[in-house]
């Protein structure tokens, strides 16, 4: 699929990847990648061990399509538990260091299969 980009007046292709049976994981176009919600492999885990678990799932996803974590320019965090947003914050900060990027942390009620947190990200390409 393609897209215009109506300031340049040119058509970007749409790229879908890492095909799961309900989304792909990455949609790349123009210089943007988009990773859809991901959630822990073992959701018995902290909400720090989850969102540990996460961050590297989607540093995997990124690596598949030639970026790593320094890409990731925004975030949604979608949590059961904002009590426990402490825990996520440290392994956040600990996993981004000084390339934090713009992140929004929302409450809900549940996210199904005990998971504790969901995080959809966007990258960017140089």
């Known amino acids: 699929m393609t897209i215009l980009n109506q300031q340049k007046g040119t058509i970007m292709a749409i790229k879908r990847s890492i ?6 994981r990455i949609v790349e176009v123009g210089n943007l990648v988009f990773v859809g919600g991901v959630i822990a492999d073992d959701t ?3 909400m720090g061990a ?8 989607i540093e995997g ?3 598949e399509v030639g970026l790593d974590r320094k890409a990731i320019v925004a975030a949604q ?5 904002l009590a426990q947003r402490k825990e996520m914050d440290a392994v956040w900060t600990s996993f981004f260091g000084d ?6 942390t929302v409450g809900v009620a549940d996210l199904g299969g005990g998971a504790m ?3 959809v990200v966007t990258a960017a390409r140089a």
Request: charged share 20%; glycine share 2%; net charge positive.
């Open 44 to 46: 018995t885990q902290s």
């Open 19 to 24: 095909r799961t049976p309900i989304q792909n």
């Open 99 to 104: 390339d934090m990027p713009t992140r929004a």
């Open 61 to 63: 996803y990124l690596g």
């Open 50 to 57: 989850q969102t540990r678990n996460i961050l590297t799932k």
């Open 117 to 119: 947190i969901e995080i």
């Open 77 to 81: 965090n979608f949590v059961t538990d």
